[in-house]
């Protein structure tokens, strides 16, 4: 079978509701009314590739807890949003969201190889809907041209890389053509849940613009747990790496899927040692339906004060948020500044021991702006108390 017949094969075999995911796959399996109006709700697919990742087919299974539809989603969850990150209100162009001067989004297609229990933008995945045509892309080349100060387009959806070759290549050519767009993010789960995806032709298509001394392209990736990365997505992260395209990797961390500090170690130590870069730790949005997997923000920072013992450090990434309504990504870091005062900054290491640092002496009076900051935090003389 040639590689193309082989991820589409995988696609026309995906399971598409509860029922039929236990009637071919796993007859152990406990089906809900609550499960199959989830997955009526929200849109379901698991590729035979994600399902042979199961071991144990119930929502303790960190694979099974992903993909699999849970009468929790329909539970109503009072913060929650259709549209968390207010994209609908940040789009200068349709498929385009812009919410920093220097980056845009480009929501490319709605479709997924499996539909994600976690996915904050649940209101266009899954909706059957046109990928972006011709026409689309030309407008949003025009928009890219007129706006020369962004530089760096993430391309999303729905998955990018679901859309055959041609239409990865016409979304790909169309943002090359525009000579102020220097970088090209491919966000894609497809390393996880279709490794079957990464042919040959297809990294070429990814790996072409940098070798015609066009825009760096770099595949996002979207692993959650070590256990995602079987041996055809290890094959799959290769063949990109190998081709010069980078790889950095987004995790979303997800109440009892991951978030202990051994499976996240694991997990990022893994990717470190293929060779791509744990870029992001994402807290759960505030979307609708996923209110079971969110984590208190207390879990995630106690897991990055955690990981900084553990990892080196290209293999830890940022820990985030986007806030709701839109704003732009807030890091997060287990608190090292205990307390600013004049001169000196109290912090605390890994191991929670104290440290005063000083300022250079001057610092005052060449930085006179930074005296508000100064002025309303307290003396760290405190820090002999303590
Ligand atoms: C996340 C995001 C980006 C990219 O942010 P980085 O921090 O550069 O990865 C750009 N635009 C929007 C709307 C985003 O949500």
Not at 61 to 87: K, N
Not at 341 to 365: I, K, V, W
Request: with cysteine; net charge positive.
């Amino acid at each position: 079978m040639s590689a193309a017949a082989d991820w589409r094969r995988q696609l026309r075999e995906a399971w598409r509701s509860p029922d039929a995911l236990r009637r071919d796959r796993f007859p152990r399996m406990q089906v809900t009314p609550g499960m199959r109006e989830a997955a009526l709700r929200f849109r379901m697919a698991v590729t035979p590739h994600y399902a042979s990742l199961v071991r144990v087919p119930d929502f303790s299974d960190p694979i099974f807890a992903q993909c699999v539809p849970s009468q929790d989603e329909l539970r109503a969850a009072p913060f929650a949003s259709p549209d968390p990150l207010g994209e609908v209100r940040s789009m200068p162009v349709p498929r385009l969201v812009r919410r920093y001067p220097d980056r845009a989004v480009l929501l490319a297609s709605s479709s997924c190889a499996c539909y994600c229990r976690h996915c904050f933008r649940k209101r266009v995945s899954g909706v059957p809907e046109p990928s972006a045509s011709d026409a689309e892309l030309a407008a949003v080349a025009r928009w890219l041209g007129a706006n020369p100060e962004v530089d760096d387009v993430l391309v999303s959806g729905g998955d990018p890389l679901l859309m055959p070759d041609t239409r990865v290549r016409a979304v790909i050519d169309a943002l090359s053509s525009v000579s102020s767009v220097r970088v090209i993010r491919v966000g894609s789960r497809l390393p996880a849940t279709l490794p079957q995806r990464f042919t040959p032709a297809l990294v070429r298509i990814l790996a072409a613009p940098a070798r015609r001394g066009g825009p760096a392209v770099y595949l996002m990736s979207h692993f959650n747990h070590p256990r995602e990365l079987a041996p055809e997505a290890l094959r799959a992260l290769r063949a990109l790496v190998d081709a010069g395209v980078p790889v950095c990797n987004q995790t979303v961390l997800l109440r009892g899927v991951n978030d202990s500090a051994d499976t996240l170690e694991a997990l990022f130590r893994a990717l470190y040692h293929a060779r791509v870069r744990p870029y992001y730790l994402f807290q759960t949005d505030l979307a609708e339906g996923i209110e079971h997997l969110r984590t208190p923000l207390a879990t995630g920072l106690a897991l990055m004060r955690e990981l900084r013992a553990r990892l080196s450090g290209p293999a830890i990434p940022n820990f985030c948020l986007d806030p709701p309504g839109g704003g732009g990504k807030i890091e997060l870091s287990p608190e090292s500044v205990v307390r600013r005062g004049r001169g000196e900054t109290l912090l605390r290491n890994g191991r929670g021991e104290l440290f005063l640092y000083p300022d250079p002496q001057d610092a005052a009076r060449r930085f006179g702006s930074e005296r508000a900051d100064t002025a309303d935090s307290t003396d760290t003389s405190g820090a002999s108390r303590q």
